[in-house]
């Protein structure tokens, strides 16, 4: 079992940084894939930056060039760098982590979930 806890979550302006921290506990070794989705109120799950085991990073469309996903390994924790962010950020972000997934942008893949934090951006 892999247990999941975000923070960093709050209200911001647009144009404004934040960055989100996912800290993984228990049998960390499972949690090879890593991935960032978030929902928005009466929208699907959305996974917006994944980080595979070897390193390789991916991210969606409405995210590239202004989120960085990273991961500090001794401290198990997964970091969400956002920058230039806009109201239609405004969401509930979560993470996610499984040994492997088919595709990365499939909530359905990942087994291991956080309780989420909100992110709200006013204009």
């Known amino acids: 079992q892999v247990q999941l806890v975000e923070s960093g979550g709050g209200s911001v302006q647009a144009g404004g940084s934040l960055r989100l921290s996912c800290v993984a506990s228990g049998s960390t070794n499972i949690a090879a894939v890593m991935t960032w989705f978030r929902q928005s109120s009466g929208k699907e799950l959305e996974g917006i930056a994944g980080?595979?085991?070897?390193?390789?990073?991916r991210y969606s469309d409405s995210v590239k060039g202004r989120f960085t996903i990273s991961k500090d390994h001794a401290k198990n924790t997964l970091y969400l760098q956002m920058n230039s962010l806009k109201p239609e950020d405004t969401a509930m972000y979560y993470c996610?982590?499984?040994?492997?997934?088919?595709?990365?942008?499939?909530?359905?893949?990942?087994?291991?979930w956080g309780q989420g934090t909100q992110v709200t951006v006013s204009s």
């Open positions: 996610a982590a499984d040994s492997r997934v088919v595709y990365w942008a499939n909530p359905g893949a990942y087994t291991f």
């Open positions: 980080l595979d085991k070897d390193g390789t990073t």
